[in-house]
């Protein structure tokens, strides 16, 4: 069976693709473990504020899933918390459940800043683990702003 760690390696994998955006990337499993759509941060290569790797993975993935838009069953992994958007985003698309490496304090949506994803007041809430892989997560986005300055 497929780990919540071989889930956020695959999303670190995505972040990893050849480009100058931040190093964020998102994979969506399907409920058999397999594979359904992948992306990195794409905000400057597309000129796009909403081209978060979440975003892009959701649409993807629901365009090849079988359920409409629905990803019912369906595991989103992250190499970062999701931000505010992307947290709406996937509990819209009912993922089930989501996975992610680092916490981001400054604007993470799904328990640092905010808890977007498991507000009772809303009737769908996916399970959460976060803090897989924490430390290579961290450490890709680190290396990056590194060879900015
Ligand atoms: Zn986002």
Redesign the pocket.
């Known amino acids: 069976m497929i780990t919540a760690e071989d889930m956020v390696r695959a999303a670190l994998q995505a972040a990893s693709a050849p480009g100058a955006d931040v190093p964020?990337g998102a994979v969506v499993f399907a409920p058999d473990g397999s594979i359904l759509a992948q992306a990195c941060?794409a905000r400057e290569a597309l000129g796009d504020p909403?081209a978060?790797?979440?975003?892009l993975a959701l649409r993807a993935a629901a365009a090849k899933y079988g359920d409409g838009w629905r990803l019912d069953g369906c595991t989103l992994a992250v190499t970062?918390e999701?931000?505010?958007?992307?947290?709406g985003?996937l509990v819209l698309a009912r993922i089930s459940r989501l996975v992610f490496g680092a916490w981001e304090p400054k604007?993470g949506?799904v328990g640092s800043l905010w808890d977007v994803v498991r507000d009772r007041r809303l009737n769908h809430r996916p399970e959460v683990q976060g803090g897989v892989l924490e430390d290579e997560c961290a450490e890709l986005l680190e290396r990056f702003f590194r060879t900015q300055r």
Do not use: K, Q, Y
């Open positions: 964020i941060n909403t978060h790797a979440e975003v970062l999701p931000c505010t958007m992307c947290a985003a604007t949506a």
